[in-house]
C-alpha cells in the first residue's frame, strides 16, 4: 500500500517561499503521477499542481502558475513543491497525492483521479 508524509509546511510573510516535500513509500518509483492540493476548512480542495511519473510534464493551476514548481526524484521516492512569491491566499493546507499511472489531460488536478492521500502540511502566509 502506498504512504505519504508530507513536510516542509510552516509561516512565512507575504513574498516568501516554502518547499514542501512528499516521501513515498509501498509502490515502484515513477509507476503514478503525484500531485499537491490544498485545502482550506469548509472549502473543496484544490489541485494545485501534478506532475507524471517521469517527472517530465508537469500542470498547475493558474493560480499559482510561475510561482510553483513540482518536481520528482523518483530515486528518493520524493516529490516536492517548491513555492515562492507566496501570498496569503495560498495559505492552506497541502495534502500530496498520488494518482494512477496515466491521467489525461482532462482530468489532472482533479482529486477523485487521486487513490493515496497524505496526512497534509499547514501552510500560512502573513502579510
Known amino acids: 500500500q502506498v504512504q505519504l508524509r508530507e513536510s516542509g509546511g510552516g509561516s512565512v510573510q507575504s513574498g516568501g517561499s516554502l518547499r514542501l516535500s512528499c516521501a513515498a513509500s509501498?509502490?515502484?518509483?515513477?509507476?503514478?503521477?503525484a500531485g499537491w492540493f490544498r485545502q482550506i476548512p469548509g472549502k473543496e480542495r484544490e489541485g494545485v499542481a501534478d506532475?507524471?511519473?517521469?517527472?517530465?510534464?508537469?500542470y498547475y493551476a493558474q493560480s499559482v502558475r510561475g510561482r510553483f514548481t513540482i518536481s520528482r526524484d523518483n530515486a528518493k521516492n520524493t516529490v516536492y513543491l517548491q513555492m515562492n512569491s507566496l501570498k496569503p491566499e495560498d495559505s492552506a493546507i497541502y495534502y500530496c497525492?498520488?494518482?494512477?499511472?496515466?491521467?489525461?489531460?482532462?482530468?489532472?488536478?482533479?482529486?477523485?483521479?487521486?487513490?493515496?492521500w497524505g496526512q497534509g502540511t499547514q501552510v500560512t502566509v502573513s502579510l
Open positions: 497525492a498520488a494518482g494512477r499511472s496515466f491521467i489525461p489531460s482532462a482530468l489532472r488536478l482533479k482529486a477523485q483521479e487521486y487513490n493515496y
Open positions: 506532475i507524471d511519473g517521469g517527472g517530465v510534464t508537469t
Open positions: 509501498g509502490y515502484s518509483g515513477g509507476s503514478f503521477y
